[in-house]
């Protein structure tokens, strides 16, 4: 097998507080091959976003700090490098989606000023250089009448092409992973459905290695070849991403797909939509066992005293990994029997 | 742009109409005129009469206005009775020192203001920023006359660095002009640079924690460039505002700061004014710092239009 892309090693972060420090991410380990798309799903404080931002040091530090781990990118530490090596490795070979593209341009600037940005950085294009690639970037990202717009500020673009301009600012030099944070959050439904095709379609033509943070596992089905759910700065289970919506043996994964909205249309399929009972934990004071185990109805006595590992599923896919004392497909088998 | 520029400006006539309504007004609270200041201490009731009489000061006050804004349209500010000398002249004179002091006096405040309000909020809970809002406070917190007057202890009295008083224009001599001017606009420029400071210092914080700023530092942009493209473009509205603002009172006269250093500008005239009923002058300093006042805030607005372009088509 080759080395992959990426490699995260027990990486933990907390951040300081008057009340004490917050456990945001403790000990995530996984690894993304070349080309491959990684799914990340969770709710807010999950550490789904929170982790990649502290892998290049996008986490304000102060308050935040990494408290433990290995981040391996194509074989370098990212947690041990110096600052400005960071920078190098920052939209290079690492581009960025943010949530929220209203806030994430800059107001102030054009657009064409902030793709051009790291095209001189990364790629030493001279001013004019930089400038018809950044025309060549709104086009792939389908933006009409690249040319005219390019002296255009963010606030003269809808929501949808703004989200297309930071995906133009996340490619624009050729990056081997792309991190979409929450990329398709802030836009609507149909505007999403167009970003997520126009990001499988840049996929396919650029082969980059993608992982899409998000809390919808609509999108994730759409998108990812690998799943990944975070709770409470975990990863309960992860797989290839037919085999966790077929068969997902995490109480909490069970508990987001029923949680979807059924549009399947036949009356008799309809439902009252589920709802995960009860509330994330208090990241400061985290119970000893399966953070999940106070909301979970099938926990056992064994996860509230102990953190199950992260281990291959029986009888499930191979990759197919959860953290679980119990087995869920069998007390789900005993429930519809009763 | 021009369409914004010519609305701000209509805008600006009845602001004047308005503030020289009401000074005129103000100043008749005042006890006493011009007549009784100027017999002293006789009060002859004839000589009195007399003076009343020539400057319409027995006629009723919405004809005096009449008077003295129709004389305004025409460019003509009336005489000083004092002086004996049209105010427009006065203001003239003593406008240009009053300018030179309020410029350098920003210079200051900005050269000091705005680096330790960007350098405090980028070392935010650091020993810089620590010390920055030390300088501050004391910046705040220290009179302007008492710090005029240890200076001149220090500058002019123990060391003979510099003039203790006195102004020379600079068409005269540009170095003794500034050395006569920079304790008084270092005065002046000191506590203006404090609450710069403070400013600058609250919005590079909001703006350092926006979204973009962490798209930038994302897309690989050095720190340095991070804060002085990035963020302080984004910050310096606020700052802008303030510095117009500050502006304008310092065009109005530092009367301590130019009583400690007897500098002949607009604060000495102001105050002189005042206290001998001398209403005319009162009156068109007053309108010419309304004035000044207006277009620095036009300046501003203009000037953060251009800074922030979402303002351009308000």
């Known amino acids: ?338 | 742009m021009l369409r914004f520029l010519a609305r701000r400006l209509a805008l600006a006539v009845p602001t004047l109409i308005l503030a020289s309504m009401i000074i005129f007004a103000l100043q008749q609270l005042l006890p006493g005129d011009v007549a009784t200041a100027l017999t002293g201490e006789e009060r002859d009731p004839q000589v009195i009469a007399f003076i009343r009489e020539k400057y319409h000061l027995d006629e009723p006050l919405p004809v005096r206005y009449g008077y003295w804004a129709g004389g305004v349209l025409r460019g003509d500010l009336g005489d000083s009775i004092r002086l004996q000398k049209p105010v427009s002249e006065l203001i003239v004179e003593k406008l240009p020192v009053t300018l030179e002091l309020a410029c350098l006096a920003m210079l200051v405040a900005l050269a000091i203001g705005v680096p330790m309000g960007v350098l405090s909020a980028v070392k935010r809970g650091q020993t810089a920023d620590t010390v920055a809002n030390g300088i501050a406070l004391w910046g705040l917190s220290v009179p302007n006359f008492w710090l005029g007057i240890l200076l001149i202890l220090l500058f002019s009295v123990e060391l003979g660095w510099l003039p203790a008083s006195g102004y020379v224009s600079p068409f005269e001599s540009l170095s003794e002009n500034l050395a006569a001017m920079v304790m008084p606009a270092f005065v002046l420029g000191n506590a203006i640079a404090a609450v710069m400071m403070r400013h600058t210092r609250a919005a590079m914080l909001g703006v350092l924690g926006s979204d973009y700023v962490r798209t930038a530092r994302a897309k690989g942009v050095s720190p340095l460039r991070v804060t002085l493209r990035h963020a302080l473009p984004n910050a310096a509205i606020p700052i802008i505002t303030l510095g117009a603002l500050e502006f304008g009172q310092l065009l109005s006269g530092a009367v301590l700061t130019e009583q400690v250093f007897s500098v002949p500008g607009f604060g000495k005239l102001m105050v002189d004014a005042v206290f001998n009923r001398d209403f005319a002058t009162v009156q068109g300093v007053v309108i010419c710092t309304a004035a000044t006042y207006i277009a620095l805030n036009l300046a501003a607005d203009l000037l953060s239009a251009a800074v922030n372009p979402k303002l351009r088509r308000a």
């Open chain 1, 1 to 338: 097998m080759t080395k992959p892309l990426l490699d995260v090693r027990d990486l933990a972060v907390a951040f300081d507080t008057d009340g004490g420090a917050v456990h945001a991410v403790n000990g995530v380990s996984y690894t993304l091959r070349e080309g491959e798309t990684l799914g990340i799903v969770g709710e807010s404080g999950s550490g789904k976003s929170v982790h990649v931002l502290a892998m290049l040091g996008l986490i304000p530090r102060p308050p935040g700090r990494i408290t433990g781990g290995q981040v391996l990118f194509e074989g370098r530490d990212l947690l041990a490098l110096k600052e400005r090596e960071l920078q190098k490795i920052r939209g290079g070979a690492i581009g960025f989606v943010f949530q929220d593209p209203m806030s994430s341009l800059n107001p102030g600037m054009t657009v064409a000023a902030q793709i051009v940005e790291p095209l001189r950085i990364h790629l030493g294009l001279d001013a004019r250089g930089a400038r018809a690639r950044a025309k060549d970037l709104l086009d792939l990202v389908r933006i009409p009448n690249a040319a005219a717009r390019l002296d255009q500020y963010p606030h003269e673009f809808s929501g949808g092409q703004r989200q297309r301009v930071m995906i133009a600012i996340g490619l624009s030099c050729r990056p081997k992973l792309l991190i979409a944070d929450e990329a398709t959050t802030a836009l609507d439904v149909t505007v999403q459905a167009e970003i997520v095709a126009l990001v499988q379609e840049l996929k396919r033509e650029l082969g980059m290695a993608i992982i899409w943070i998000t809390h919808d596992l609509g999108v994730v089905a759409g998108i990812s070849d690998t799943v990944q759910v975070m709770y409470a700065g975990r990863i309960l289970e992860r797989g290839p991403v037919d085999d966790i919506f077929a068969d997902p043996r995490n109480a909490y994964t069970l508990g987001l797909l029923r949680s979807l909205p059924d549009l399947s249309g036949s009356r008799a399929g309809r439902r009252r939509l589920h709802q995960i009972e009860g509330a994330p934990p208090d990241m400061r004071h985290l119970p000893p066992g399966d953070p999940f185990a106070p909301r979970n109805a099938f926990a056992t006595p064994r996860c509230r005293a102990e953190m199950p590992p992260l281990s291959q599923a029986h009888g499930a896919a191979p990759g197919h990994l959860v953290a679980a004392w119990y087995d869920l497909p069998k007390l789900l088998a005993a429930e519809a029997v009763r």
